[in-house]
């Protein structure tokens, strides 16, 4: 009796992250503040627990980025690329503090912005190795002067 309510626990708790872990999340999901305050450590926290709930290979690289949305680019706005990561686990929490001083903050201080999520996954082959492919997440986000 005793093992079988084990069983039934387990089921009813793989059906509910199953639930959880849209297909939109097979890229992993990314928690940071918003505003991105300038000059000031800001936290990361990516989630590929869903990517690999979703049958995705595992994360090779998480690259981040911080650029202004073509609909606002003067065409001189180049994305910031401010993380490259290799998380060990579903898990990857880091910190970045973006220089308030940097020329495109200070020339274009109402630009609008977004984070973007780049998550390289391998797929394993057994005859030719493996093929890495990129899938990007975008994200709105303010960034601001510490002084505003
Ligand atoms: C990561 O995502 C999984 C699945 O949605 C969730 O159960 C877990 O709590 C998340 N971890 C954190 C630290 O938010
Ligand atoms: C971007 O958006 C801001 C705020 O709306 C605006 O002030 C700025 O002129 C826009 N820049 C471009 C290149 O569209």
């Known amino acids: 009796m005793f093992s079988k309510s084990l069983i039934a626990i387990s089921a009813l708790v793989g059906s509910a992250l199953a639930q959880t872990c849209p297909e939109v999340n097979r890229f992993g999901t990314l928690k940071f503040p918003n505003p991105i305050v300038l000059g000031q450590a800001i936290t990361f926290q990516a989630n590929y627990t869903c990517a690999r709930e979703l049958g995705f290979g595992p994360v090779v690289y998480g690259d981040f980025f911080l650029q202004v949305p073509e609909s606002n680019n003067t065409g001189f706005q180049p994305p910031?690329?401010?993380a490259r990561r290799s998380p060990s686990g579903d898990e990857d929490t880091f910190t970045v503090t973006f220089d308030p001083t940097?020329?495109?903050f200070t020339t274009y201080p109402d630009a609008q912005y977004q984070i973007v999520q780049a998550t390289t996954h391998a797929a394993q082959s057994d005859s030719y190795g493996t093929t890495l492919t990129t899938g990007e997440i975008f994200y709105p986000v303010?960034?601001?002067q510490a002084s505003n």
Do not use: A
Request: net charge neutral.
């Open 142 to 144: 303010s960034v601001v």
């Open 102 to 104: 940097y020329v495109g």
């Open 80 to 82: 910031i690329y401010f």
